[in-house]
């Protein structure tokens, strides 16, 4: 493999890396930001399954390219992040729901302004 091949390679798994990390952090400052837990829990989800995606693409990037085969084992990390954690979401949103009302606190209901058009 070539030096300018190599920096390349660097550059864009630098940049992929970069992307991932600010990524994180974006989506954490939205959980110091945002008031209520419903608000919070949005943010650093986005932010963490945005910022492993980047992360594992700049993994298999490097890896592929020093060992010159495509390397896809790291997705699997990737694609257990995005099925893991929407689903997790769901299951603390659940239970800050029924925590609320067993203390007696009102729970907005999100109204809907129009019905979806098919």
Avoid: K
């Avoid at 920096?7 to 940049?15: E, F, I, N, P, R």
């Avoid at 943010?43 to 399954?49: D, I, R, V």
């Avoid at 990737?78 to 239970?95: D, E, I, K, N």
Wanted: charged share 10%; with cysteine; net charge positive.
């Amino acid at each position: 493999m070539s030096a300018s091949a190599s920096l390349w390679v660097d550059a864009v798994t630098g940049l992929l890396a970069a992307l991932g990390g600010l990524a994180a952090l974006i989506g954490s400052f939205g959980v110091l930001r945002l008031r209520s837990f419903f608000q919070r829990v949005h943010a650093p989800t986005l932010g963490a399954t945005l910022g492993t995606w980047c992360l594992t693409l700049a993994t298999v990037v490097q890896v592929s390219f020093e060992n010159g085969q495509l390397y896809v084992h790291a997705l699997l990390i990737a694609v257990f992040m995005g099925l893991t954690g929407p689903v997790t979401t769901v299951f603390l949103m659940r239970a800050a729901v029924f925590r609320g009302r067993l203390r007696g606190t009102e729970i907005p209901v999100p109204t809907v302004d129009e019905p979806p058009s098919v």
